[in-house]
């Protein structure tokens, strides 16, 4: 038995198709020749059999891109942040000071400060001849298959999810000389949020090894998708449902702000 999904357009269509004829047979009691091929022709006409569906493109993160150009490289480089990418500017800049070195308003040294060391050296925008630069952040995208995936996989729906999550188990360190770490437990899966003092920072970590049966995909691999406040760092094998991608963004918006009214005590 196979149940239409009513949230992708073909589970859609299919469902109105189904209302459309139920409407029809309610009508006349039975289901006319003439009516059901009018109604098939109108229906068939949404369809696009002409070519394979494109593949939807998601962000699954950001980076910032650096190119630097000058008479003799052309050279294109990633950073995590504009600061990493800032600094490895000022330094090309600092090893190749005499190249500025002696014109107006230009120190004998660079300075300490990576901004200062760019601008003095680069100069003005409009003024710039053999060297230049260009800093932005860009997303990094991921084209998702408009297909399903070839074993058949099909990420648990919204009633499963659900239970799963108001079934989630929080698992706290019983004390100071505790070895274990504090986690929380869903669908098999453990997160681990805890201080890292060897890190100098908070570290999260996350352990599929024990993940639920219909989270595992059939090479093994469970759908992972990781945000750090509204930016995603990390995604692979998510394919978030169009239709409901936006709704899902709001109520996630929503709890966000009940969320900051209840810090501020509001």
Request: hydrophobic residues 40%.
């Amino acid at each position: 038995m196979i149940t239409p999904d009513p949230t992708t357009p073909e589970g859609a269509a299919v469902i109105d198709l189904h209302e459309q004829m139920e409407d029809l047979e309610k009508r006349t009691g039975e289901w006319p020749g003439a009516d059901v091929v009018d109604i098939l022709g109108l229906w068939l006409a949404d369809f696009d059999f002409t070519r394979a569906p494109a593949p939807t493109r998601w962000v699954t993160g950001s980076t910032w891109v650096l190119r630097r150009q000058d008479r003799h490289e052309d050279v294109v480089t990633l950073w995590a942040d504009e600061a990493s990418a800032l600094a490895s500017l000022a330094q090309h800049a600092r090893a190749n000071w005499d190249n500025v070195w002696g014109a107006d308003g230009i120190p004998d040294s660079p300075p300490a400060n990576d901004r200062r060391a760019v601008d003095l050296y680069y100069g003005p925008k409009d003024e710039r001849d053999d060297e230049d630069y260009w800093l932005y952040a860009d997303d990094i995208g991921r084209l998702a298959p408009a297909m399903p995936t070839p074993d058949g996989f099909r990420f648990p729906g919204e009633e499963f999810c659900t239970e799963a999550n108001s079934a989630a188990v929080f698992h706290p360190m019983t004390g100071p000389y505790d070895e274990g770490l504090p986690c929380i437990e869903v669908g098999g899966v453990l997160v681990f949020a805890y201080l890292d003092p060897d890190m100098q920072a908070v570290r999260v970590s996350v352990d599929l090894d024990t993940a639920i049966e219909q989270l595992v995909r059939g090479d093994a691999t469970v759908p992972l998708h990781v945000e750090v406040g509204n930016a995603t760092v990390f995604s692979a094998g998510a394919r978030p449902v169009p239709a409901k991608a936006w709704a899902g963004r709001m109520r996630w918006l929503a709890r966000r702000v009940r969320w900051m009214r209840w810090w501020r005590g509001d």
